[in-house]
């Protein structure tokens, strides 16, 4: 139980262009999910807290216009990167919390600007 | 906030080799959980451990909450074992989202 589907597991796609990217909990409803991007190497930074039928919050630097994060219904958060530059190549992970103290993750997207 | 260490960074073995894996957090927390990060970067859940022992397998965690930091064992180490490790607390309450340290690269090699 408490699984978390992602898509696309890889996106690649041209400088300018935005791409979509989808977070599903199949099992379960999450009220709140939660979008993390990680660099080659690193450890998964936090990007934003995504809550059902409000606004998404942000963490300091980054930028909610280039991110744009909706999550109109209690099993589907998406983070669409827009106007996609090279720089923001990246692995990108969904998560969401089933219970007070469970988390299940995303196998996460790989997203190549070119 | 909340700051989450690791250590070590990176950590080779030969195959068969025991390994202890450290996380410090700077303040007290009501969740702590070690996850493994397999080479497709999916990330897999060990345990979730905010205080005392436990284990499954050749893997055993072990977490002082008042001390604040906690301890991952592996034994009998297997090329399987390779990935990264990372521990994660949350944010503040429970429920909100899980900060993660800045993980250990573990290579077993045969």
């Known amino acids: 139980g408490a699984v978390v589907s992602q898509h696309p597991s890889r996106v690649i796609c041209k400088s300018g262009t935005s791409v979509k990217i989808e977070c599903r909990s199949l099992d379960f409803q999450a009220t709140t999910m939660f979008w993390y991007r990680q660099f080659p190497k690193k450890s998964l930074m936090l990007m934003a807290t995504?809550?059902?039928?409000?606004?998404?919050?942000?963490e300091q630097g980054v930028e909610k216009d280039k991110f744009l994060i909706n999550h109109a219904s209690l099993t589907l958060s998406t983070l669409t990167v827009t106007s996609a530059h090279p720089e923001d190549s990246s692995f990108y992970i969904c998560?969401?919390?089933?219970?007070?103290?469970?988390?299940?993750f995303g196998s996460g997207t790989r997203l190549t600007v070119v | 906030g909340i700051q989450v260490e690791q250590s070590p960074p990176d950590l080779i073995l030969q195959e068969g080799a025991n390994s202890t894996l450290r996380c410090n957090f700077s303040?007290?927390?009501?969740?702590l959980q070690w996850f493994h990060q397999n080479p497709w970067g999916q990330l897999i859940n060990l345990f979730y451990i905010p205080s005392g022992t436990k284990q499954n397998g050749r893997l055993s965690a072990t977490t002082v909450a008042t001390e604040r930091y906690s301890l991952l064992y592996i034994s009998s180490s297997q090329t399987t074992d390779s990935g990264v490790y990372f521990c994660a607390v949350p944010l503040n309450q429970a429920g909100t989202a899980l900060i993660f340290g800045k993980g250990t690269t573990l290579s077993v090699s045969s």
């Open positions: 995504s809550n059902e039928g409000s606004k998404a919050t942000y």
């Open positions: 303040d007290s927390v009501n969740n």
């Open positions: 998560s969401a919390a089933f219970d007070s103290y469970g988390y299940t």
